[in-house]
Structure formats: structure tokens, C-alpha cells
């Protein structure tokens, strides 16, 4: 019987994966999609969903490693690839007595600790050009927050450190307007990019998530990213701080996937309630791994 049967019900066959990522790599070419790329060891563009994982905030640095290993166990147990996310300085909260973070420096020797560690590849955000070159002492993936995803200067600078580079799409952006985006990054030379869709501005304090946009950005030739968390934040719904419908994170991440992405972005806690940033959309850490099952079995039933 070809392939190996996990505990959870998920089958690891390699012919399946084999012929999964050839059928992609014809499909990519048919698209005039990127070249795939590696971040360390995760591939992006293959076929096989990579997962950035993580809580919202930095908090302390016990927190950070907690965090760190444990989704790095769960993502050793089912065979996933995983990047580890923090922010070192949430520069855009609601309210200006919340929290932000420990700042660049700091943030940024810790998750390159973590990284280095772990064997793992480590993403934050960086908000200024000033920050970028910094940044990438650490880290592998940098990535440009949603309200600054047209700032020139943001792109150039982080394109200039020959780091691999994840942009959040704005909610104020069609989808077919990410390739300006991409022909900067291009023109910059960087050549190894995401776009992660967020959700699109929906009336007052609230997002929606358009399906349609992850295949309409594919086609673009851009590797995509589902952000399941972020999609459902209520922004300034709760007056001084952000709201959100976390329970759906799950549902929108299912979704996507079955829409087809090259991965999936869900930020996780070990206690959302006392989460200093962005608690009401964080999934628990106690139910992350059945969520990431779930996701691995429709990407297994989409390749059948």
C-alpha cells in the first residue's frame, strides 16, 4: 500500500507529492507564474502549502521560545512546512497606551535566536526602509505590514537585502492591483515574493475576504498567501483596540485552501483572552494542530 497513514488520517505519499509538484510547476508555467523559491528549507511554489504561524505581538522573550517550539513539535509531527512569526513592534495599534513590542533590535536577536535554534525560518514585519537592512540580519522572510504595501521606498529597501519578501495586500486594494506591487519588487530585483490577502475593507470596522482574489492574484503570476487571521479582524472594533470573529479563522482558512494557495498565515496563542495584541482573532494553540490536519487533508484531497 503506497504511502504512510499518519495518526491523524493523513496520508504521506511522495509519488503524490512528486506528481503534485510537477502538475503545479505545469500549471505555474501556463500562468506565467513566478520560479518557485526556497526560504531555508521551505519550498514556495512547489505545490505544497507552507504555513507561517506565530502569535500577533513579541510579548517577552519566555513567550517567544514557548510559542516557537511548540508549533515548531506540531509542525515536525505532521510533516509541515512552518515559519515562525512575531511582531517586534506593532507600530499601527488602535490606541497609543497599547502595547507595541520590544523594539527592533531586541525583537529581531530574539527571533534570529529562535530561528537559529529551531532550524527554522523566522518572518517579521518592518515598517521604514531605515528598518529593513537591520531586519535581515535575522531574518529570513521580511514582511511589508498592509498599510504600507505601496510605499516605494519600503520595497526597495527590503528587496535590497536579497531577503525573500512577503507583502500584505492591502484592504484598500483590488486584487489585479498587486502587480504593481510585484513589477516593483521585480524591478528591484527581488524575485523571491508573496502577496498575502488580508481581507478588503467592508463598510465601517469590518472585512470581508474575497475567494476570488487568491486565484485572481495567482494568475498574476504571484505565489499567494492566505491570511485566515487578519480576515476576520473588526478594526477598531471595540473603540480603543481591535475586534474580530477569530472562530471563523478556521472556516476562512479552509476555504482558501480548497480555493488553492501557496500557504496559509494564521496567527496563534496559548491564551488569546490575555493576548496583548489581537487577541479576539488568534486561534488557541490548543486547537492549532486539528485546524492544520484539516487544511493538509483538503490540499491531500485537491491532489488525489
Known sequence: MPGALTPNGVVHDPAIETGLSLRHAQATKALGMAESFSIQHVEVGTGRPLYILGPCGLESEEFAWEMARA??????????????????DKANRTAVDSYRGPGLQEGCRILGA??????????????????????AEHIDLLQI????????????????????VNVKKGQFLAPWDCRNIADK????????????????????NNLVADMRSLYWMREE????????THSVQRPGGLGGTTGGDGELAPVLARAAMATGVDGIFMETHSNPAEALSDGPNQVPLAEIEAVLVSLMKIHQALSA
Open 71 to 88: 508549533l515548531s513539535e506540531i509542525c515536525t509531527r505532521l510533516e509541515i512546512p512552518f515559519l515562525f512569526k512575531a511582531s517586534y
Open 114 to 135: 529562535i530561528g537559529r535554534e529551531l532550524s527554522i525560518p523566522v518572518t517579521t514585519d518592518v515598517h521604514t526602509a531605515s528598518e529593513a537592512a537591520l531586519a
Open 145 to 164: 505590514p498592509a498599510f504600507l504595501c505601496r510605499q516605494t521606498d519600503l520595497l526597495e529597501a527590503c528587496a535590497a537585502t536579497g531577503r525573500a
Open 185 to 204: 519588487l521585480r524591478a528591484f530585483g527581488c524575485g523571491k515574493f508573496l502577496i498575502t490577502e488580508r481581507g478588503t475593507t467592508f463598510g465601517y
Open 221 to 228: 503570476g504571484i505565489p499567494v498567501i492566505f491570511d485566515a
